[in-house]
């Protein structure tokens, strides 16, 4: 339960106005060089309500003076509770005879009979968990100013270890457990959020196997663990420098190739004995079902070819050439000998021979320039290595 809850702090007087009628769980005054102190060695503590006062008188072995304190709190020692009054002085400390200081229903104004001075009480705030907590577990301070573990059904369950109690069950039901600095949360979802959550490395030292719950998150969102198993994070981060490098043998065995746009030889970065290959050349999957490709390593192809007349698409084409009375067609060629027709003037020839006409005795003609062309595809050039030991 968290106590901050229940402490008010004040000067002169303390205002409440949500109070069980119940006990002051502590009381603290403390003098200062302001303090105004009364003439006899009493201390009053006063319990207003409207009309109704109630007044609690602690008698002192002298006069309290600047800078002294009285301190009425719970005190857990030799396996019980019990509430002391201690009047704390510059060197040593006094026991007092405790009272129990009873505060009304509501509303309580807490005074004393010292001015200016600084007043620190815990009270039974009107809330259900103050309310099951204090009439359970504080009834015999109440009666009896004292509790022992005795007065706890579960007892056997606490243990003390320097002046703290232990809390040891096999089974608890709550519905939520905190730790005081909110560092650790357990709802009653099932949903645990820790800052941490580390195993013990020694066997002799308590530990645990294996932890069920329905999801694990941080408290601030950003990690989470579901029922699933999907793990939820912004990102994932080594918190210490390796102290070995990669094994690249097994990254790049003997015969991988690497491909760079950087100069720099593999051996400097992974070690090994690097060639350079492939220069001017574009690389090719080995595949056994064309000659051209069947086996590693091969080379073949150029960047210029110079066909040859196998190479060559088929052409064909035919020449027309005769003569004719009435001025027929002379010339008349097809396919890839293509040119205008040509008609003679009419001329007719028998048995003699007459100047001016001629005949077609050949047909030349030249194609191409014997140059090799271009065999390159698209390419993108990057520096090519193969390890060879």
């Known amino acids: 339960?968290?106590?901050?809850n229940l402490k008010v702090i004040g000067v002169d007087k303390i205002s409440v106005t949500d109070s069980l009628s119940a006990p002051l769980l502590s009381f603290k005054l403390q003098l200062n060089n302001n303090t105004v102190i009364p003439n006899d060695s009493n201390l009053q503590i006063l319990v207003k309500q409207n009309n109704m006062v109630k007044t609690y008188q602690f008698e002192l072995p002298a006069p309290l003076t600047v800078d002294d304190a009285i301190i009425m709190e719970p005190i857990y020692e030799k396996n019980k509770v019990t509430m002391k009054t201690i009047l704390e002085k510059e060197n040593e400390k006094i026991n007092l005879p405790s009272l129990r200081i009873d505060l009304f229903e509501g509303y309580n104004e807490i005074s004393t009979n010292y001015q200016n001075c600084l007043l620190e009480i815990l009270y039974p705030k009107?809330?259900?968990l103050v309310k099951y907590f204090l009439m359970t577990t504080f009834a015999s301070v109440i009666e009896n100013n004292s509790l022992t573990l005795d007065d706890l059904y579960f007892k056997d369950a606490f243990t003390?270890?320097?002046?703290?109690?232990?809390l040891e069950v096999n089974h608890m039901t709550i519905d939520c457990l905190s730790s005081k600095n909110n560092t650790f949360l357990l709802d009653d979802l099932g949903n645990l959020s820790v800052n941490s959550l580390t195993t013990k490395e020694k066997e002799s030292d308590t530990s645990f196997n294996n932890l069920t719950i329905k999801s694990l998150t941080s408290?601030?969102?950003?990690?989470?663990?579901?029922?699933?198993?999907?793990?939820?994070?912004n990102s994932i981060t080594s918190t210490s420098t390796p102290t070995t490098k990669p094994n690249f043998n097994l990254i790049y065995p003997v015969g991988s190739i690497y491909m760079s746009v950087?100069?720099?030889n593999p051996q400097i970065l992974f070690g090994g004995t690097w060639t350079s290959i492939a220069q001017g050349r574009t690389l090719f999957g080995v595949d056994t079902s064309q000659t051209e490709f069947q086996t590693v390593k091969k080379t073949c192809g150029a960047k210029n070819v110079a066909l040859t007349t196998e190479n060559l698409p088929h052409l064909s084409g035919t020449i027309g050439n005769h003569g004719a009375e009435n001025g027929s067609t002379l010339w008349s060629p097809t396919g890839v000998f293509q040119s205008s027709s040509v008609i003679q003037n009419k001329y007719r020839v028998v048995d003699k021979v007459v100047n001016g006409a001629s005949s077609i005795q050949s047909i030349a003609f030249n194609v191409g320039n014997n140059q090799p062309h271009n065999n390159l595809p698209p390419y993108f050039t990057c520096y090519i290595w193969q390890r060879v030991s």
């Not at 990690?223 to 939820?232: H, K, P």
């Open 126 to 128: 009107d809330i259900e």
């Open 160 to 166: 003390n270890e320097l002046g703290k109690l232990n």
């Open 1 to 4: 339960m968290n106590l901050e």
């Open 219 to 233: 408290q601030n969102g950003k990690f989470q663990l579901d029922a699933n198993g999907n793990l939820t994070v």
């Open 262 to 264: 950087n100069a720099t």
